[in-house]
Every structure is written in structure tokens, then in C-alpha cells.
């Protein structure tokens, strides 16, 4: 049966009934994936291209998605939900994938296509909803999971939950240490990438924590409240090799939620409401090889975001079902940059920051023709966004001085029509959408400022938002029970897409890349995927995406956009044997990737596969289960992939672990 999903139409259908591309990963199949956390399962879908270039065994945790073109060197043109409420704090816009305990989740939608009229901001390329289970209704039940591997990783998982009257609850957390992979490589076809003296030749250490608590009561059989906290801590060493303190990138974040349910018979009601607070930190590398690396300055950063949705779901006669909602959220980001005294700037101390609220109501009507043979759903959502920021220099140097660059409002109205038509009863399904999406650019983008390397990266305050649209249409056929295929071709038309900009032209002692609007690009696709239960026990699966993703004018006319594949493919099989075994084996083809706007051939990446192996047998006992596995994953097809021109990716990881429960 087609898994339920939500995030399309913020209702409940079965997957076949939507006008959307929607993509599902059910929670039977997350655990025959062989996956660190979500982006290892994203890799593999339609449409969905992950650059991991600083993966879990990377430099970062900056790992970038993209949908269908929309994503480039911000993560931010697609947005990221955890239960339906946005998980991106407006400070960067980037959603730390390492948060999320992958035992702790239900399912993960991935709605391909623009999404601003249900959404709002930064659901440009689409949505990912990664929705977490819902404990028993009744008893208990509880998952431990270990297992050990390649850079010495030790990775460990708990999820436990249950009920006990109209009580229930669960519990989940994981940790994770590794010695780390090196994302410099010691030798490489492009010299300017080669590891410099200084860099530490071994791996780049790991630690990631999570834990999370929900308890829900319910009630009656019509209203529920569900309160839930999370944390999460991440922490990287070790790139360099001349300070055992420095830190390559460190992470802790604390949240909050509330939901209430109540159906009133004529009205579905929910109230949901969140709340985040965060902590990052990095080391600024300054100097030189032969002078010797030191940290320049560091860099703590501290955001907090409030997020509240209020949605509203009624029929209106026996073939329209309109939800209507309001949304607020209040993002706030500060950050600090803390000269040594051993930088040329020693002492100095500047700080810079802002604030960015949105207001927004939305609308959406399902309307159902023909018993149910033709389904039309037009939405439309406003909202309104403001933006302040702040830049503070305190320096023994110069006179101190601050500039305050006032608040900047922004009102967007984002529309969206879709079209479905089912003749045959699911035979032969037509869909077609018209949608209009934006991204407001996020505090970092307009007033954020890191080094790395000889390159100073810099915001702009006075940055105009993102604008999309997008036409596209396909079809699912089904011609037997087992076998399903689809196929989906689009256009996208952005103006003022937000890129960073390299001036070839040293200031002091860096490099200036800066964030600019580059007037517009044009992205324009086919999309197809297919499945097939070839026996009761064999299911084959295959997808790929073609893209051309150009910039239609100003200075880089004609070229690709960077940090986008022209091409994508997957293919694989599931064997699950309950008697035998269960295999995976699946293998995702990347095409040519630019990373830079002027497409030189030396800045050229990409062009290589990525396999993933993951084998278990399950042995059932009374009240208990026990699952021994062993996965391989990320084996290439060539020694050395990178992203970019200073980072590559692990190959060849192998991991045995063991899995029980009850």
C-alpha cells in the first residue's frame, strides 16, 4: 500500500494522490538503508543531489542539498522540516543534518518542486519533512543499536517508547566518536588543493551527541498535546596540527515543542510551536606555512529562532477540503569575532548580528471532480519579512565605531495551482503544477563575515530576495501491482539568485568573496524513477535526473550555475528473505559539477559513482529480536572525488554493527 504523506498539501493522502513529485522513505526501509544520518538516505532519491563533500567523516558539517537544481553553494533553497515545522534558524539557513538520530524517525517526505505558497521562504527547490515516530498506543517497545568502523568509528543509538493509559512517550539519543577522515588531500591532480605543511596528515576527529524526549496525552479520542526537547552537540578537530585546542568547527543546540490537536468535528484545528536556541564556534587559521599557522581569531556565534504555526483544515460540501492557517517565526543571530594577540589584528573585537521576523497566512483548496478522477488545488500565501542587522568594531588601533543598518521589510505574495488526473483508476495518473517561491537571504548572507584560507567571505545587507517559478508536468504509470514508473520534466526561472562573488584582486591579506545578486538563471530538467517487486522478496529500483542549470544573464550569461550536477542516477535492488536474509545494494552516478560561476575546466568536479552494500539477517526469539549487519558505503569508481578544490570525500567505509529489540 502507498505510504501516507503530508507534506504536500499539508493534509493527509495516500501518495498516489497528489499533484506533487513526492518522494517517500518509510521507516522499513531506513533500516535496511545503510546510512550515518538523513543525507546518506537523500542521496539516493529522485531529484535530490547531496554534496558531501564534508560529510560525517569531513571538515564540517556544511553539507549542501539540492532539488532540482535549487540548492548551489547555499543550503538554504531548500528547506528543512522536522514534524511540518521549519528547522532552519534564519542566522544561516543551513540545517545541521547531525541533529536528527536516524533511529528516531518515522519517514522523511521530500516534495520536489517550489513550495513558498504553503511554506514561505527557502522552499525554492522543494521540501524535506523528516518526521519522527509516534510512540505505541499501547505497551512498549525499544531499539539499541552499535556498531564499528572504518576511522576508528564508534557509533551507538537508543530509541525506547510506550504508553501507559493515555500517557505516552519516548525516548532517543546517539553517539558518535571517530578519528575522522582528512577532506585535504596529501597529493593531488591539482596542486592548489595539496595538504601544505602544517595540516595534520591523519583524520579530522568526530564527536556527535543527540538525545531527544516526547510525552503526549490524549484526551479523548478527538484532541491530544504533545510536548517534546531535543539537544544535539557536534565538535571537529584536528585538521591542523600545531594547536591541540583548535577547533575546526563546533555545535550545541537545545529545542523546544508544543502541539495541539483538537477536531471539532467541522474543523481539524492544530497549534504548534517551537523553539531553538543554538551555539557555534570555530577557530580562524591565520599565517603562513613558513612563517607558521597560529588562530587568528575565533568565532562564537549564538542564534535563536521562535517558530508558531496555527492551521485550520474544513470541508466545504462533500468535494473541497480548505485548510487555512497563520505562521510567525522570530530568528535572532550574534556573532563575535575575538582576535589573539598573535593576528595582526590583536585585541580587536567586532561583533555583528541581526534579527529577521516573519509574518504569513496561508490558503489552500482541494477541489475533487468526478468522483475523484480530476483534482485541482490552488494556494496562495503572503508574507511579510523584516530584517535589522548590526556591525560593531572594537579595535586598539582605530576609533571604535558601530553602524546600525535599520529594518528592512519585504512582502511577497507566492501562488501555486496544481492539477491531477486519475481516468483510469491509478493505471495512467496526469499531474501538472504551476508554483512561484522565494528565499529572503539569511543574517549570514547579509551580515556574516568568515575567512578560509586566503579568501574572505562576506554578507551584504542590502541583498534582494530570491524569486522562482516553476511549470511542471508528468505521469506515474502503473501497468502491473508490482511495477510503477514516473517521469516529470520542469522549467524554473529565478531572478536576483544570491551567489558569492570572488574579486581576483587581493585587499590586505585576503582575497574579497562577497554575496551579490546575479540577476537570473534558468534551470530546466527531466526527472524519472521506477520500481519493480519482481518477486515476493526481490524489489528492483532505479531514478535520474538530467539537468541544464544556466545563468541567463549578467557577467556569467551563459554558464552553469556552480555546485550543481548536470546529471544524477541511481540503481539497486532489496532482497528480504525473512528466513534468509536481507541485501541492499544500490550504486548513484554523479555528473559534471562546476564550483565556480566562470566555469574554468580546472574548478571542474564530479563524474563518478557511489555504491552502498548493507547485508543482515534478523533472528527472532520470544519477547526479543536480534539483527547482526555489515554495510559498505561511499565505494567510488575513481581513488580521489571531490567537491571543490580543497575537499574531497571518504571511500571505501565498511562498518559491522548489531542491532536488538524488543
Do not use: C, I
Given at each position: 500500500m502507498n505510504p501516507v504523506?503530508?507534506?504536500?498539501?499539508?493534509?493527509?493522502?495516500?501518495?498516489?494522490?497528489?499533484?506533487a513529485a513526492v518522494s517517500v522513505v518509510t521507516r522499513k526501509e531506513l533500516d535496511q538503508i545503510p546510512a550515518q544520518n538523513v543525507l546518506d538516505v537523500l542521496r539516493t532519491m529522485s531529484g535530490v543531489t547531496v554534496d558531501s563533500d564534508r560529510s560525517s567523516f569531513g571538515s564540517s558539517t556544511y553539507n549542501k542539498v539540492i532539488i532540482r537544481g535549487m540548492g548551489g553553494n547555499t543550503q538554504g533553497r531548500v528547506l528543512v522540516l522536522v514534524d511540518g515545522m521549519p528547522a532552519m534558524p534564519a542566522g544561516t539557513n543551513i540545517f545541521e543534518w547531525n541533529s536528527i538520530n536516524l533511529d528516531a524517525v518515522e519517514r522523511i517526505e521530500v516534495v520536489r518542486g517550489p513550495s513558498s505558497a504553503l511554506y514561505g521562504s527557502s522552499a525554492m527547490g522543494g521540501v524535506i519533512n523528516i518526521i519522527t515516530r509516534t510512540p505505541p498506543k499501547d505497551g512498549f517497545t525499544a531499539t539499541l543499536d552499535t556498531k564499528y568502523g572504518s576511522y576508528n568509528t564508534w557509533d551507538s543509538s537508543l530509541y525506547h517508547a510506550g504508553a501507559v493509559g493515555k500517557f505516552n512517550y519516548s525516548l532517543s539519543g546517539s553517539y558518535l566518536t571517530s578519528y575522522g577522515f582528512n577532506g585535504i588531500p596529501e597529493h593531488s591532480s591539482k596542486p592548489g588543493s595539496n595538504q601544505k605543511p602544517g595540516y595534520?596528515?591523519?583524520?579530522?576527529?568526530?564527536?556527535?551527541?543527540?538525545?531527544?524526549?516526547?510525552?503526549?496525552?490524549r484526551f479523548d479520542d478527538t484532541a491530544d498535546i504533545t510536548l517534546s526537547a531535543d539537544l544535539a552537540s557536534n565538535l571537529r578537530t584536528g585538521q591542523y596540527n600545531f594547536d591541540d585546542d583548535y577547533r575546526l568547527y563546533e555545535y550545541h543546540k537545545t529545542g523546544f515543542g508544543l502541539r495541539l490537536h483538537k477536531d471539532f468535528g467541522v474543523v481539524d484545528s492544530s497549534l504548534a510551536f517551537r523553539a531553538d536556541f543554538l551555539h557555534t564556534d570555530y577557530d580562524s587559521i591565520g599565517g603562513t606555512a613558513s612563517s607558521g599557522y597560529r588562530v587568528d581569531y575565533v568565532s562564537p556565534t549564538r542564534q535563536e529562532q521562535y517558530t508558531l504555526d496555527q492551521q485550520n483544515t474544513f470541508a466545504l460540501g462533500e468535494h473541497q477540503l480548505v485548510t487555512v492557517g497563520v505562521a510567525a517565526s522570530y530568528g535572532r543571530s550574534d556573532q563575535s569575532l575575538d582576535y589573539s594577540p598573535l593576528s595582526t589584528y590583536k585585541d580587536r573585537v567586532r561583533e555583528k548580528g541581526g534579527s529577521q521576523y516573519t509574518l504569513a497566512g496561508y490558503i489552500q483548496d482541494e477541489i475533487s471532480l468526478f468522483n475523484n478522477s480530476v483534482q485541482i488545488i490552488p494556494g496562495l500565501r503572503y508574507d511579510v519579512i523584516g530584517t535589522d542587522g548590526y556591525d560593531e568594531d572594537s579595535t586598539n588601533k582605530t576609533r571604535d565605531w558601530?553602524?546600525?543598518?535599520?529594518?528592512?521589510?519585504?512582502?511577497?505574495?507566492?501562488p501555486k495551482l496544481g492539477l491531477r488526473v486519475n481516468p483510469w483508476d491509478g493505471l495512467l495518473v496526469f499531474r501538472a503544477n504551476y508554483g512561484e517561491a522565494f528565499r529572503s537571504a539569511s543574517l549570514d548572507e547579509r551580515f556574516g563575515e568568515y575567512a578560509y584560507g586566503s579568501t574572505l567571505y562576506?554578507?551584504?545587507?542590502?541583498?534582494?530576495?530570491?524569486?522562482?517559478?516553476?511549470?511542471d508536468a508528468g505521469f506515474d504509470f502503473s501497468p502491473l501491482k508490482e511495477l510503477t514508473f514516473g517521469v516529470t520534466g520542469y522549467i524554473t526561472w529565478a531572478e536576483d539568485y544570491i551567489a558569492s562573488i570572488k574579486d581576483d584582486t587581493k585587499t590586505g591579506d585576503y582575497f574579497i568573496s562577497q554575496k551579490q545578486n546575479i540577476d537570473s538563471v534558468q534551470i530546466?530538467?527531466?526527472?524519472?524513477?521506477?520500481s519493480w517487486k519482481a518477486t515476493e522478496y526481490l524489489t528492483l529500483f532505479a531514478n535520474g535526473t538530467i539537468l541544464n542549470p544556466q545563468i541567463t544573464s549578467g557577467q556569467y550569461k551563459g554558464n552553469q550555475i556552480p555546485f550543481t550536477p548536470t546529471s544524477k542516477a541511481?540503481?539497486?535492488?532489496?532482497?528480504?528473505?525473512p528466513d534468509w536474509f536481507t541485501l541492499r545494494v544500490g550504486a548513484t552516478w554523479t555528473g559534471p559539477i562546476w564550483t565556480d560561476q566562470a566555469n574554468q575546466e580546472a574548478n571542474?568536479?564530479?563524474?563518478?559513482?557511489?555504491?552502498?552494500v548493507r547485508i543482515s539477517k534478523r533472528f527472532d526469539f520470544r519477547d526479543w529480536w536480534v539483527e547482526p549487519y555489515a554495510e559498505l558505503l561511499a565505494a567510488a569508481s575513481k581513488e580521489e572525488v571531490r567537491y571543490t578544490n580543497t575537499s574531497r570525500i571518504p571511500t571505501n567505509m565498511a562498518f559491522v554493527g548489531i542491532k536488538a529489540g524488543f
Open positions: 504523506v503530508v507534506t504536500a498539501t499539508r493534509t493527509k493522502h495516500s501518495l498516489g494522490d497528489v499533484s595534520n596528515d591523519d583524520g579530522t576527529g568526530v564527536r556527535n551527541v543527540t538525545g531527544a524526549a516526547r510525552v503526549g496525552y558601530r553602524k546600525n543598518y535599520g529594518m528592512e521589510v519585504d512582502s511577497r505574495l507566492t562576506k554578507g551584504s545587507p542590502d541583498l534582494k530576495p530570491e524569486l522562482s517559478r516553476t511549470l530546466t530538467g527531466l526527472e524519472g524513477e521506477a541511481t540503481l539497486g535492488f532489496t532482497f528480504a528473505h571542474q568536479e564530479g563524474n563518478f559513482w557511489l555504491g552502498e
